[in-house]
């Protein structure tokens, strides 16, 4: 609850969705995450694509699962920024690395790309407007 609070209480822009719209969305982004992902790793474990294109997946998902508890239990909005800030760019190099071996993977994240482009600006505008 204290962490609801918190969140409730940062000064946000008029443009910030509310907050029950995120569970939705990222319940959606994460299916798209899972298959697509899941198939780049299953690619680079076969042996159909290198490692390196792999890799940008691999740490997309990493800096992907500690923003919450970066945002969240740690309340730090700039460190928050800044994982998402690494969240976009391995998200972009992703989808460059993998297009030429599977376009469809690099499209059917585009939502994933938006949601995040988007996030990262509320993010970021969130931080300078709590910052003190």
């Known amino acids: 609850m204290q962490t609801y609070s918190w969140y409730q209480n940062l000064i946000k822009p008029t443009w910030a969705p509310p907050p029950w719209i995120f569970g939705p969305v990222w319940s959606f982004l994460y299916l798209i995450i899972f298959v697509s992902f899941g198939k780049v790793l299953l690619m680079a474990y076969n ?8 890799l940008p997946f691999i740490l997309n ?15 730090n909005n700039l460190l928050a920024s800044i994982d998402i800030l ?4 391995t998200l972009i190099w992703a989808l460059v690395a993998i297009y030429p071996y599977a376009k469809w993977i690099s499209l059917v994240n585009i939502p994933y790309l ?5 996030a990262t600006v509320l993010q970021i505008t969130i931080t300078v407007l709590n910052s003190k």
């Open 47 to 54: 042996k159909q694509i290198p490692f390196i294109i792999a």
């Open 86 to 89: 690494l969240i976009l760019s």
């Open 114 to 118: 938006l949601w995040v482009s988007f």
């Open 61 to 75: 998902l990493i800096f992907n699962f500690l923003f919450s508890p970066i945002q969240f239990q740690l309340q």
